[in-house]
């Protein structure tokens, strides 16, 4: 009797350091049914909210476009067309057009559609006015729906998107609760230090996107699609949506290039020499990487592989220095043991 609390403690220490108890197959199937389950209700609510809410959503969406450095060109003029509170669109007008005139030297323009009363008569008019600049709400690109099913399918992009961005941390956590339990202590050690880096890298390369690259990037299309001669003016709502949102998440996925590479030379399948000798290959996965997880446009490549390349510079470096720390630590040992 006296051993009993010895042997509890020891069974409780094996389970500590085995990952906890045994569980039978069927189990782990329940539990994983229970695990998509939740996530998937979890997704389903959130994109309900979603859908509802896509105007707020779309103007988050938006928010990059409306920081987008476009430059129009000092021989061209902004035009707004209004109709009360409302913007109609916005034109870019040459020298050549017959709008300029009416601006004189002004570079911005506002088309007020009005009534006027000519006679007994109720005519819609025009009033010419002069703005001392652009509002900075507005693009000089409008983003429009094309077709009477257009917005039922941006509404169901916001929708699916919006969704998984929501819900992503709620079906992290019951994955979480599903694969932990299972790992034992220093393997959770390792992946609760993985996922703190992963995680802040991820969130890291999808702020860089929005906040720096993404303007940009938006401002190079539009130049681009001009120096072929094509108005950029407006752009259809589902395919901006789509090139945002993937943009972001190619991103974020980019930027956790350290963390995969990192945690194979720790585990040995890679070292410094090896990734030293890859950096050609290196350099035309970051571009191929660039095409498949945003939109295969030469810009857009260079912009997501230029960081994706310093990223893998330094994941090289960490290695060489922890190669270097292990080879000082072999030598003390050595040292010590002679």
Same mark, same amino acid.
């Given at each position: 009797?006296?051993?009993?609390?010895?042997?509890?403690?020891?069974?409780?220490?094996?389970?500590?350091?085995?990952?906890?108890?045994?569980?039978?197959?069927?189990?782990?199937?329940?539990?994983?049914?229970?695990?998509?389950?939740? %996530?998937?209700?979890?997704?389903?609510?959130?994109?309900?909210?979603?859908?509802?809410?896509?105007?707020?959503?779309?103007?988050?969406?938006?928010?990059?476009?409306?920081?987008?450095?476009?430059?129009?060109?000092?021989?061209?003029?902004?035009?707004?067309?209004?109709?009360?509170?409302?913007?109609?669109?916005?034109?870019?007008?040459?020298?050549?057009?017959?709008?300029?005139?009416?601006?004189?030297?002004?570079?911005?323009?506002?088309?007020?559609?009005?009534?006027?009363?000519?006679?007994?008569?109720?005519?819609?008019?025009?009033?010419?006015?002069?703005?001392?600049?652009?509002?900075?709400?507005?693009?000089?690109?409008?983003?429009?729906?094309?077709?009477?099913?257009?917005?039922?399918?941006?509404?169901?992009?916001?929708?699916?998107?919006?969704?998984?961005?929501?819900?992503?941390?709620?079906?992290?956590?019951?994955?979480?609760?599903?694969?932990?339990?299972?790992?034992?202590?220093?393997?959770?050690?390792?992946?609760?230090?993985?996922?703190?880096?992963?995680?802040?890298?991820?969130?890291?390369?999808?702020?860089?996107?929005?906040?720096?690259?993404?303007?940009?990037?938006?401002?190079?299309?539009?130049?681009?699609?001009?120096?072929?001669?094509?108005?950029?003016?407006?752009?259809?709502?589902?395919?901006?949506?789509?090139?945002?949102?993937?943009?972001?998440?190619?991103?974020?996925?980019?930027?956790?290039?350290?963390?995969?590479?990192?945690?194979?030379?720790?585990?040995?399948?890679?070292?410094?020499?090896?990734?030293?000798? *890859?950096?050609?290959?290196?350099?035309?996965?970051?571009?191929?990487?660039? *095409?498949?997880?945003?939109?295969?446009?030469?810009?857009?490549?260079?912009?997501?592989?230029?960081?994706?390349?310093?990223?893998?510079?330094? %994941?090289?470096?960490? *290695?060489?220095?922890?190669?270097?720390?292990?080879?000082?630590?072999?030598?003390?040992?050595?040292?010590?043991?002679?």
């Amino acid at each position: 009797m006296a051993d009993e609390p010895e042997a509890e403690r020891l069974e409780l220490q094996d389970e500590e350091e085995e990952g906890g108890p045994v569980k039978s197959f069927l189990e782990h199937l329940e539990d994983l049914r229970w695990v998509l389950i939740k %996530s998937l209700s979890a997704a389903g609510v959130a994109m309900v909210v979603c859908f509802f809410a896509g105007n707020h959503v779309f103007q988050v969406l938006k928010w990059p476009l409306n920081r987008a450095p476009i430059y129009t060109g000092p021989d061209s003029q902004v035009v707004r067309v209004m109709l009360g509170t409302n913007q109609l669109g916005v034109f870019h007008a040459g020298t050549n057009d017959a709008l300029t005139s009416l601006a004189g030297t002004n570079r911005h323009l506002r088309l007020d559609i009005t009534p006027v009363t000519v006679g007994t008569n109720t005519v819609l008019g025009v009033r010419v006015e002069t703005e001392s600049q652009a509002p900075s709400q507005d693009s000089p690109i409008d983003i429009v729906s094309l077709g009477p099913a257009a917005a039922f399918v941006v509404a169901t992009k916001i929708a699916f998107y919006g969704g998984l961005a929501v819900a992503s941390p709620f079906i992290f956590y019951f994955v979480a609760n599903f694969v932990f339990p299972a790992l034992k202590i220093h393997e959770k050690k390792y992946i609760y230090r993985g996922l703190a880096f992963g995680i802040g890298l991820f969130l890291t390369g999808v702020c860089f996107c929005y906040f720096v690259m993404m303007p940009v990037a938006l401002a190079v299309s539009a130049k681009y699609a001009e120096w072929f001669g094509f108005k950029a003016n407006q752009w259809r709502a589902e395919e901006y949506i789509s090139f945002v949102c993937k943009f972001m998440f190619g991103m974020g996925l980019g930027f956790e290039m350290p963390v995969v590479i990192l945690t194979l030379v720790k585990i040995g399948l890679l070292n410094y020499g090896i990734l030293k000798a *890859a950096r050609r290959y290196v350099i035309v996965i970051a571009f191929v990487l660039g *095409a498949i997880l945003t939109t295969p446009e030469v810009i857009t490549q260079i912009l997501m592989a230029i960081p994706l390349l310093l990223l893998y510079e330094i %994941s090289v470096w960490i *290695a060489w220095y922890w190669e270097r720390q292990e080879k000082k630590r072999e030598a003390q040992e050595q040292g010590s043991a002679q």
